[in-house]
């Protein structure tokens, strides 16, 4: 199975930051990357499909980037609405496979 | 517009099985993929499996021998079974529809107890 290994795996942050995260397959997936914000509560929601494209309706100040094996995540200008966990997913062999999440918290 | 809905039991005993049904409206399962993801409490997310447009399917490694996903698509419905269930598979089950997963249903808790 592909691992994603996903760090950190919580960040304490306040509003305004820069904020990355990172997630590493552990085989080349290109990029066969989604990134996936979800709320305490909440089904996750689509961010970032194929690695680097802002699904609809996504602010821009979310951006994704990598292929083979690294890949981040990015929060400029981080908002108190972004307060989640975000996942990375793998889709580019089955079994698909989630990173373990990274947990944005307020510093 | 494109929905999805989870639906079963709530309580299952060790060692039985779980059965739950995914209901969609909005989209043909012959053209889309639908995929069950579950989420243990305070715990992230795991894959567990898909059913795709043609009707193949594809299992979580750690599952696929207690695992079994079908669907009825003159009902819109996809099902999800899982035999022999252990205390560890108590989570939020949710379905989502395939090509990155934009739409899912709202999860439903099944917790595993005696």
């Known amino acids: 199975n592909t691992v994603m290994t996903q760090s950190p795996t919580s960040m304490f942050i306040s509003v305004g930051d820069r904020v990355t995260m990172n997630c590493k397959a552990s085989q080349n997936v290109g990029t066969n990357v989604d990134w996936y914000q979800q709320k305490t509560g909440q089904s996750p929601k689509l961010l970032i499909y194929?690695?680097?494209n802002r699904y609809t309706g996504v602010p821009d100040r979310f951006t994704g980037s990598g292929s083979g094996t690294d890949f981040t995540l990015t929060i400029s200008n981080m908002q108190a609405e972004d307060l989640a966990v975000y996942y990375c997913l793998q889709y580019n062999y089955n079994p698909l496979t989630f990173g373990s999440g990274t947990k944005l918290e307020i510093k | 517009q494109v929905q999805l809905k989870e639906s079963g039991p709530g309580l299952v005993q060790p060692s039985q099985t779980l059965s739950l049904t995914c209901t969609v409206s909005g989209f043909s399962l012959t053209s889309n993929s639908v995929h069950w993801v579950r989420q243990p409490p305070g715990k992230g997310l795991e894959w567990v499996g898909a059913i795709w447009s043609g009707g193949s399917t594809d299992y979580n490694s750690a599952l696929k021998s207690r695992l079994s996903i079908s669907r009825d698509t003159s009902k819109s419905q996809v099902f999800l079974k899982m035999n022999s269930l252990q205390t560890e598979d108590t989570a939020i089950y949710f379905c989502?529809?395939?090509?990155?997963?934009?739409?899912w249903g709202q999860g439903v808790m099944v917790t595993v107890s005696s």
């Open positions: 194929g690695a680097s």
């Open positions: 989502t529809r395939g090509a990155h997963r934009v739409y």
